[in-house]
Antibody, heavy 120, light 111 residues
């Protein structure tokens, strides 16, 4: 079964750091671009970051550039995002998503999401 | 990169057809055939319904169809059913430094 499972969310103070993980199974992880998409409470979807399959080129939304770092470990079939200098506006459910093919924005598999709350 | 513009809400009766618009610019929808649509039920992860403007993934009902004209993409749901009640988001590839943008989202209500 093709599956993505996120973990690592939680409560963090403003200015703090957190690393999210996304464990993939059921497909050749290294061959596909992977992305993080977030959704603030009661709000819409916001693309956060993507990493291509093959050459691991990375892309970031302006709102997180310089604070978030996306990476992948193909030997562990796992996607990561290291989040630092967190702000209240980063509070959201973070989803990882598999790209159908690059550069199409067809995210055909999504995880269940992990909640990140930035609050003092 | 600003979010694509969608109507906040659209409603219809069972069996009817509805269309959700998604307006962008020549830097995104108008210049690329990479438009996707997602359905999201409350408390659930989004689900891909349409990709590359008008393609349906395996398992998605043929009641869902997509199209594009100029800078505006559209999702049509025909034969509206109670289970179609959800939020819908469009997305496009963009020529900016950030490759993807989502729409503002549309709440579909089945009357």
């Amino acid at each position: 079964e093709v599956q993505l499972v996120e973990s690592g969310g939680g409560l963090v103070r403003p200015g703090g750091s957190l690393r999210l993980s996304c464990a993939a199974s059921g497909f050749i992880f290294s061959s596909y671009a992977m992305s993080w998409v977030r959704q603030a409470p009661g709000k819409g979807l916001e693309w956060v970051s993507s990493i291509t399959g093959g050459d691991d080129t990375t892309y970031y939304a302006d709102s997180v550039k310089g604070r978030f770092t996306i990476s992948r470990d193909n030997s562990r079939n796992t996607l990561y995002v290291q989040m630092s200098s967190l702000r209240a506006e980063d509070t959201a459910i973070y989803y990882c998503a598999k790209g159908r093919y690059w550069p199409s924005n067809a995210f055909d598999i999504w995880g269940q999401g992990t909640m990140v709350t930035v609050s003092s | 990169q600003s979010a694509l513009t969608q109507p906040a809400s659209v409603s219809g009766s069972p069996g009817q057809s509805i269309t959700i618009s998604c307006t962008g610019t020549s830097s995104d929808i108008g210049n690329y055939n990479y438009v996707s649509w997602y359905q999201q039920h409350p408390g659930k992860a989004p689900k891909l319904m349409i990709y590359d403007v008008s393609n349906r993934p395996s398992g998605v009902s043929n009641r869902f169809s997509g199209s594009k004209s100029g800078n505006t993409a559209s999702l049509t749901i025909s034969g509206l059913q109670a289970e179609d009640e959800a939020d819908y988001y469009c997305s496009s590839y963009t020529s900016s430094s950030t490759p993807y943008v989502f729409g503002t989202g549309t709440e579909v209500t089945v009357l």
